[in-house]
T-cell receptor
Framework: NAGVMQNPRHLVRRRGQEARLRCSPM?????VYWYRQLPEEGLKFMVY????????ESGMPKERFSAEFPKEGPSILRIQQVVRGDSAAYFC?????????????FGPGTRLLVL | GDSVTQMEGPVTLSEEAFLTINCTYT??????LFWYVQYPGEGLQLLLK?????DKGSNKGFEATYRKETTSFHLEKGSVQVSDSAVYFC?????????FGKGTMLLVSP
């Protein structure tokens, strides 16, 4: 009964490169959420997706960041032309359904370091 | 928007001491309330939750009661262990997302 899986666990990129972060939700879960954790900070919501649809992207930076959750395969968070300020831990969570009572289960995170 | 205020850490306790971590929140509507725990280098693990007023969530000796009138969800444990050392996050959940504060680090010494 695998939990939420994320890969890679660690990612190093130079400024200007692209970063692709992957998230496979728990079995039976069709709702995916991405959060970012800066050093010494709590998690900040970025985007909420359901299969093939973006439901809420109010936390996504307007430029360079995009997310998708295709019909088949994992959810992808893509960061283009990375800058040092993008260095953070990126966590994915999934839930079975929608609504405030649904529990979100978190993956182990991808730690992105931009040199 | 929604917000969370947690007590500043680190909270330093001796093993078997009583723990309280305060949490108050502001939220639109009627959120569910969650406590998550994060061990070093890991993701967040669900500790407990409550979905309506006066509900008590509990797990592994930890408890928290949903107090709607004071918009609080304080975490308590009667006797902490060294293995409880971690960062604890209180988070209300609205329709879409969880809102996190900065978390409270707990350090338990033998």
């Amino acid at each position: 009964n695998a939990g939420v899986m994320q890969n890679p666990r660690h990612l190093v990129r130079r400024r200007g490169q692209e970063a692709r972060l992957r998230c496979s939700p728990m079995k039976g879960h069709s709702h995916v959420y991405w959060y970012r954790q800066l050093p010494e900070e709590g998690l900040k919501f970025m985007v909420y997706l359901q299969k093939e649809n973006i439901i809420d992207e109010s936390g996504m930076p307007k430029e360079r960041f995009s997310a998708e959750f295709p019909k088949e395969g994992p959810s992808i968070l893509r960061i283009q032309q990375v800058v040092r300020g993008d260095s953070a831990a990126y966590f994915c969570a999934s839930s079975r359904g929608r609504g405030h009572q649904e529990t979100q289960y978190f993956g182990p995170g991808t730690r992105l370091l931009v040199l | 928007g929604d917000s969370v205020t947690q007590m500043e850490g680190p909270v330093t306790l001796s093993e078997e001491a009583f723990l309280t971590i305060n949490c108050t929140y502001t939220a639109t509507g009627y959120p569910s309330l969650f406590w998550y725990v994060q061990y070093p280098g890991e993701g967040l693990q669900l500790l407990l939750k409550a979905t309506k007023a006066d509900d008590k969530g509990s797990n592994k000796g930890f408890e928290a009661t949903y107090r709607k009138e004071t918009t609080s969800f304080h975490l308590e444990k009667g006797s902490v262990q060294v293995s409880d050392s971690a960062v604890y996050f209180c988070a209300p959940r609205g329709y879409s997302t969880l809102t996190f504060g900065k978390g409270t680090m707990l350090l338990v010494s033998p």
